[in-house]
């Protein structure tokens, strides 16, 4: 990780130009916290003018006569102080700006930053760094603070933060630079339904990158990427996170839907969490105009069939006074024969409105069926189990399934997948609500840790036909365009963006169509992330009944480069095998296509 103080730009500041300062050895480390939200401990206020004492470790505003760190300074002699936003440092009372080689690793900790090499080496590294306290933690693996039932959180940061292009866009913007926030991608659609379609915006081809300034980016964006850029910094003073400033967003961003103090769904936080980002980082209505459609957006057909309006009102059934003892027997068989007749011309007679439409997805939701608990021989609880196949089935384009359109009107629907994203979330609902209480399915959905293959969930249009990767020699007869197309038609425009000769270029594109092209068009993923919650064994008696209020959540997230697992709640970090992440109550999971890395 990239980090140093240079010469700070003081146009407009009214400071002095930068000076030695004699009072650097006050500065105590120990007490330097800057993961807490930049208000003045004085005033309570917060601003761009918030400057943090490097002695005491409090926050004061502003520098002039007559300001909280002004005064700060005068009673208590403490001499040096940063500016949170801008990172420069100041000596008060005298007012100039301070820049001394030593004050590097007060940067580092303010604000890290990262350049294009140590972003690539991320995955790989497994050297564990050391904070001030000689306590030992892996970049990327560090527990977050629980802030009071903030758990649901800390889980859905600790997915995310390792969804490699995510992270990597985060990360980028650590130094203020301008990021490509589109991807481009493929569709592969074909010719058009006969039945009625609506507009499939899905077909206007790859999708041109867009570049996002990070000043311009929400409140609560940035925050996100201040976090995930702490959790992978190797030069933290201490070895934990406090998301503080995070959850501060989070809850003003959603008007105290998530806040302190009360658990949620971490799947309902997940979809909300994502659309928040791709509105705050520039996203639009167009399909991949932001990062987070470029990873998470698949596209998914839904046929939906219902009863044309108006058809069917009174058919007459049900008409008659079927009261005991009014008719004989023979008289009661006969109207019931003829009701069933009636029925039948009824059904006959039906309109029904099918409506088949392409709808894009940043999330599939899955449900898991409902199964009673048996006991065993020593009369414990058996929990059932289902393969994940078994509860993705509502996706295989053949079943329709029941649901509630709106104003209550029963449909049926069926559900195509046209196309899968690089990264796929799968929320299982285990929670149901009721008037009384909530309660939990506790159904063990088994699933592979590799090689979950999805290609025959995948279904394509009429007359279109899957992509097979081109041929070495294609490959070599490309220009350079053409190369760069190919890149960005399958999200690795990345590849491109370090060659500077064509002949490395076309070296680094056969690499990709022979390795990892292949595994990448067969829609094969491997897990990333597992979000599961957990309920303590004395909830559900008399005593306690909300089981979401109660549970607490956990989150298995893998380290590339040792292939181990890790097991993190809150602040909480401890290896995990493999196989006891496939038999867990998973709740949400993120899965990323194979040949990516």
């Known amino acids: 990780m990239s980090s140093g103080v240079g010469a700070p730009d003081t146009a407009g500041s009214g400071a002095p130009e930068a000076e030695a300062c004699p009072y650097l050895d006050t500065i105590n480390r120990t007490l330097l916290d800057f993961d807490f939200e930049p208000s003045c401990s004085v005033t309570l206020e917060s601003g761009p003018h918030v400057y943090g004492c490097l002695v005491c470790g409090k926050f004061f505003r502003g520098r002039g006569r007559s300001t909280p760190a002004y005064t700060h300074s005068v009673d208590t002699g403490h001499a040096v102080y940063v500016h949170l936003t801008r990172g420069t440092f100041h000596c008060l009372p005298d007012d100039y700006i301070v820049t001394d080689p030593s004050l590097a690793d007060i940067s580092a900790a303010l604000h890290p930053t990262y350049t294009e090499a140590d972003i690539r080496d991320l995955d790989g590294n497994s050297a564990l760094a050391r904070d001030l306290f000689g306590r030992r933690y892996l970049p990327g693996f560090v527990g977050l603070n629980n802030l009071n039932k903030t758990d649901y959180i800390n889980a859905t940061v600790q997915a995310l933060a390792h969804v490699r292009p995510l992270r990597d866009y985060f990360l980028k913007l650590g130094g203020g630079a301008t990021v490509s926030g589109g991807s481009s991608g493929t569709n592969g659609a074909g010719a058009g339904s006969k039945k009625?379609?609506?507009?499939?915006?899905?077909?206007?081809?790859?999708?041109?990158?867009?570049?996002?300034?990070?000043?311009?980016?929400?409140?609560?964006?940035?925050c996100f990427g201040e976090l995930i850029r702490k959790m992978w910094s190797?030069?933290?003073?201490?070895?934990?996170?406090?998301?503080?400033?995070?959850?501060?967003?989070?809850?003003?961003?959603?008007?105290?839907?998530?806040?302190?103090?009360?658990?949620?769904?971490?799947?309902?936080?997940?979809?909300?969490?994502?659309?928040?980002?791709?509105?705050?980082?520039?996203?639009?209505?167009?399909?991949?105009?932001?990062?987070?459609?470029?990873?998470?957006?698949?596209?998914?057909?839904?046929?939906?069939?219902?009863?044309?309006?108006?058809?069917?009102?009174?058919?007459?059934?049900?008409?008659?006074?079927?009261?005991?003892?009014?008719?004989?027997?023979e008289t009661i068989k006969a109207k019931e024969a003829e009701r069933e007749r009636k029925k039948a011309e009824a059904e006959r007679e039906v309109v029904i409105d099918e409506t088949t439409m392409d709808t894009q997805f940043l999330q599939l939701t899955l449900d898991i069926p409902e199964k009673p608990l048996f006991?065993?021989?020593?009369?414990?609880?058996?929990?059932?189990?289902?393969?994940?196949?078994?509860?993705?089935?509502?996706?295989?384009?053949?079943?329709?399934?029941?649901?509630?359109?709106?104003?209550?009107?029963?449909?049926?629907?069926?559900?195509?997948?046209?196309?899968?994203?690089?990264?796929?979330?799968?929320?299982?609902?285990?929670?149901?609500?009721?008037?009384?209480?909530?309660?939990?399915?506790?159904?063990?959905?088994?699933?592979?840790?590799?090689?979950?293959?999805?290609?025959?969930?995948?279904?394509?249009?009429?007359?279109?036909?899957?992509?097979?990767?081109?041929?070495?020699?294609?490959?070599?007869?490309?220009?350079?365009?053409?190369?760069?197309?190919?890149?960005?038609?399958?999200?690795?425009?990345?590849?491109?963006?370090?060659?500077?000769?064509?002949?490395?270029l076309v070296e680094a594109c056969v690499d990709f169509v022979t390795k990892s092209l292949p595994d990448m068009l067969a829609d094969k993923y491997d897990l990333v992330a597992n979000i599961t919650h957990h309920i303590p064994a004395e909830v559900g008696r008399e005593e306690q009944r909300d089981l979401l209020q109660e549970g607490s959540y956990h989150c298995h997230v893998q380290h590339k480069g040792t292939g181990q697992w890790y097991d993190i709640q809150d602040l909480h970090v401890e290896e995990t095998m493999p196989q006891l992440i496939g038999v867990s109550e998973s709740y949400v999971l993120i899965f990323e296509r194979k040949g990516l890395a």
């Open 375 to 504: 006991k065993d021989a020593d009369g414990g609880l058996v929990i059932p189990q289902e393969p994940l196949v078994s509860v993705i089935s509502k996706f295989d384009g053949t079943s329709f399934s029941d649901a509630i359109g709106r104003g209550g009107v029963a449909q049926k629907r069926r559900y195509r997948l046209r196309k899968l994203p690089n990264y796929l979330v799968l929320h299982l609902t285990r929670f149901k609500k009721n008037e009384f209480t909530v309660e939990k399915n506790p159904t063990i959905v088994s699933f592979p840790i590799k090689n979950l293959d999805l290609s025959q969930y995948v279904i394509q249009r009429e007359g279109g036909e899957k992509e097979t990767p081109p041929t070495e020699q294609e490959v070599r007869t490309m220009g350079v365009k053409d190369l760069k197309k190919l890149l960005a038609r399958h999200g690795r425009s990345d590849i491109a963006q370090s060659m500077v000769e064509k002949s490395e």
């Open 234 to 329: 190797d030069e933290r003073f201490k070895a934990t996170v406090d998301p503080h400033m995070f959850v501060q967003a989070v809850s003003a961003a959603s008007k105290k839907r998530y806040h302190i103090g009360r658990q949620a769904e971490a799947g309902e936080f997940l979809a909300w969490l994502l659309h928040q980002l791709h509105v705050g980082i520039g996203g639009g209505r167009k399909a991949g105009s932001s990062i987070i459609h470029g990873v998470f957006q698949g596209t998914v057909e839904v046929t939906i069939r219902q009863r044309k309006k108006g058809e069917n009102g009174g058919d007459g059934i049900g008409d008659d006074d079927d009261r005991a003892g009014s008719d004989d027997e």
């Open 196 to 222: 009625k379609r609506k507009r499939d915006d899905s077909k206007s081809g790859p999708i041109k990158p867009i570049s996002t300034d990070p000043s311009t980016h929400s409140d609560l964006a940035q």
